[in-house]
């Protein structure tokens, strides 16, 4: 069966918005989550049949770790609004290198709309947790709330590199200086020749790149009860 | 790619220079090497995105890794000028380049007691003078318009014991204006796919790779002539 055919048959109906349905791969948590025993070489090109099972077990994996709804999406599918940023830039009390990030001479949105596959998931937010922007977050729960979405958004991205998908790429929620360098007097990363202190758990938010999650969130048809608090979703694109 | 006025070689001169040079890298400490058609380049937008999210410690350390450099778009033109290409590796040993926190050691720049920095350094070097060796050749034979392409950052290779890359500082003197030239990443070229495209097998070696888990790591030159 090749994949157009198993497309129209509808066997990946159960990695659509509209739900999922698979078998579960154990309580993976994301600090055990593995780099595979033997990594297997690159493919000049993706099998889009092996790209569908992958994003449909990365959905999953994302869901075992504690994200309420996890949906392969497209690049068709991301909503961009190229005012975010520039709100984003006014809520300067902690400039990081993520908040909001600037890319000078490359274009996010060409780079986005090259993908084929993604992963778009949220968390529950702590009841009457607000929304808090930039931050600082005061709240060590609401900050870890933060850190849980960092920490199966980054997984997911490691995920997809060892499976492949080397050009994997995640967003998240909120700035990352206020949910992992809230002590720090600077952003480090913000110094030339300075990496990120916090490379495998950081990535910039959705809003702050200019991707309207919360449109985003809307179109999926999930509960919009989720929506009386701050919306903690986020989003990799695997390949 | 430099500016010339001579008349370039004829196309059927031009490959078998081509294969003069690919022989010259495989001499000088390629583990292989392959002419290619610069139309099978793969210059991919999000290639630079994975040097800045997140930030890699070698991202706005010199003046090709992104923000700065070449963008997608410039990559692309330089491509499109070019006829043809040799693209080489240099084979690195699982233990050196998946050793246990070879990143850490990488990014405070200190020598480590297994020696794996050096050891690491030596590799990207080799691919900085080879990129450097066929340019020259290719120009000695007539072939004037080449653009080079590395691994890595310049900065960490050529300039490790100096604090800061000039240019970044504002001088328009590069350290090493001949030895100097952008990464295959950093200017946006999938080297991953080309390495397939052309059947070599390469690995995603990330920081929590262990030695066993890769055969070997790889790192790649590309030298482009128009």
């Known amino acids: ?239 | 790619m430099g500016k010339d006025t001579e008349i370039p070689p004829a196309p059927r001169e031009m490959e078998a220079e081509m294969e003069s040079l690919r022989s010259m890298a495989i001499t000088h400490g390629a583990s292989n090497a392959q002419v290619i058609d610069a139309d099978i380049i793969p210059v991919d937008p999000r290639v630079r995105f994975k040097c800045m999210i997140p930030k890699c410690y070698m991202s706005g350390r010199c003046g090709h890794c992104p923000p700065y450099g070449y963008s997608a778009e410039k990559t692309r033109e330089i491509v499109s000028a070019g006829k043809m290409g040799v693209f080489f590796h240099v084979r690195v040993n699982s233990s050196i380049i998946a050793a246990k926190n070879i990143g850490d050691v990488i990014t405070s720049g200190r020598a480590d007691d297994a020696g794996n920095l050096l050891s690491l350094g030596g590799h990207y070097m080799l691919i900085y003078t080879l990129v450097h060796m066929l340019r020259k050749k290719a120009a000695e034979k007539g072939i004037k318009r080449t653009q080079g392409f590395a691994a890595g950052c310049c900065k960490d290779v050529l300039c490790f014991l100096s604090k800061n890359c000039r240019i970044l500082n504002g001088s328009d003197q590069c350290r090493n204006p001949e030895m100097s030239v952008p990464s295959l990443e950093s200017a946006g070229i999938d080297a991953f796919r080309l390495a397939s495209r052309v059947g070599w097998s390469v690995y995603p070696i990330g920081g929590r790779c262990e030695p066993h888990s890769v055969k070997r790591g790889m790192l790649m030159g590309l030298v482009l002539a128009g």
């Not at chain 1, 869901?63 to 949906?71: F, I, S, W």
């Not at chain 1, 995640?170 to 949910?179: D, K, L, P």
């Not at chain 1, 480090?188 to 999650?213: F, L, V």
């Not at chain 1, 809307?218 to 903690?232: E, F, H, I, T």
Request: hydrophobic share 40%; proline share 9%.
């Open chain 1, 1 to 239: 069966m090749d994949f157009y055919e198993a497309l129209k048959n509808g066997i990946f109906t159960q990695y659509t918005l509209s739900g999922f349905n698979r078998q579960g791969l154990g309580n993976m948590k994301p600090e055990t989550f593995p780099v595979p025993e033997e990594i297997v070489p690159v493919s000049a090109e993706t099998d889009p049949l092996v790209l569908e099972n992958n994003v449909g077990r990365l959905a999953e994996n994302a869901r075992e770790m504690g994200a309420a709804k996890a949906a392969v999406i497209s690049p068709e599918d991301i909503v961009f609004d190229e005012s975010l940023p520039e709100t984003m830039r006014a809520d300067d009390a902690l400039p990081s290198i993520h908040w909001p990030p600037e890319y000078p001479l490359d274009n996010l949105k060409d780079a986005l709309m090259s993908f084929r596959r993604g992963i778009f998931l949220y968390i529950r937010a702590e009841p009457g947790m607000p929304d808090y922007g930039g931050g600082p977050i005061d709240d060590p729960v609401h900050r870890d709330c933060y850190r849980k979405l960092h920490e199966i958004v980054t997984a997911i991205e490691s995920r997809s590199f060892y499976m492949g998908h080397y050009l994997a790429m995640g967003f998240a929620a909120g700035n990352c200086r206020s949910i992992f360098c809230a002590d720090a007097d600077r952003c480090i990363a913000m110094t030339r020749s300075k990496p990120c202190k916090e490379p495998y758990k950081s990535r910039p938010s959705m809003a702050a790149a200019g991707m309207d999650a919360l449109q985003m969130f809307r179109n999926a048809g999930w509960p919009p009860d989720v929506l009386k608090g701050p919306l903690l979703a986020g989003m990799v694109m695997v390949a």
